[in-house]
């Protein structure tokens, strides 16, 4: 068993999008190892905290581990007489809950919640992914009616949000501010882990952006990870949706394994004469 709390591990287990299950002592009646509201975590390889040793926790873990398998959202109560049937000889009683979490896929961060946004997450919230919704302004629609594999984070500080995303997440950024896309990007390239990293703009926001990003010291290989302009160049249009829908379109290549090569960046080296003047972005 491992030391770490039981919440620090639930912490880790959703930024990592790994499955767990979460162990709660309901109930406890006579002598026990340990009182009603005692927790510990089970992941498919480590455990976390206690519900007090022996073998109710042996038990405990076997089952957690089985319900992984089984793989599906679940809640369920157990009552266990710690007796002779399960080697421990404390003369109680405990019910405990299993919480079943499971990840549901590739985890995805859309930051800006402007129109094309708005249009974007629901298309993508009916794919296989686990989407964070990031923005620094409070939200101007309802986010009640949204699926439950959406969370909705709204932050001053929507860089730091960055920081926090798994390995290997893929990244959307179109936010209303051109330097905030820029800091989002600057930072999504020092996380140096990210799956897939594109950004919503025309090609002159693009080569400004590789140039700046030249000029503060980045490697060509990590510039040349940003997919920007985003989208499938097969779907064309300016509406908001039909952006929303070019980019799902190149998300959904993505979850069937076709990484981007048509909009993948220009990788010749660049100057100040190559970067004409940027234009307007409208997310």
Sequence with gaps: MKAQRWHEA????????QGYVLITVLSAAGSTPR???????????????TIGGGHLEYVSIEKARQLLIVGKQSQSVESFPLAAKLGQCCGGAVKVLFETHVHHGQTLAVFGGGHVAQSLVPILAQLPLQIRWVDNRPPTFD???????????FNDDAVSEMEHLPTNAWTI???HNHQLDYELVEQGLKHNQLGFLGMIGSDTKAERFRLRLQNRGFEQSQIDSLVSP????SVQGKRPVEVAVSISAQIINLLNGIQPNSTQPNTKPLTTETVGEQTTQCV
């Excluded at 009182?35 to 905290?49: I, N, S």
């Excluded at 986010?143 to 984070?153: D, E, F, G, I, K």
């Design 143 to 153: 986010t009640s009616a949204l699926p439950s594999n959406v969370t909705c984070l």
């Design 10 to 17: 639930v912490y880790q287990c959703q930024q990592q999008g």
């Design 173 to 175: 950024i179109l936010t």
């Design 35 to 49: 009182d009603a509201g005692a927790k510990m975590v089970v992941t498919a390889d480590g455990q976390f905290d």
């Design 230 to 233: 985003i989208g499938a160049l």
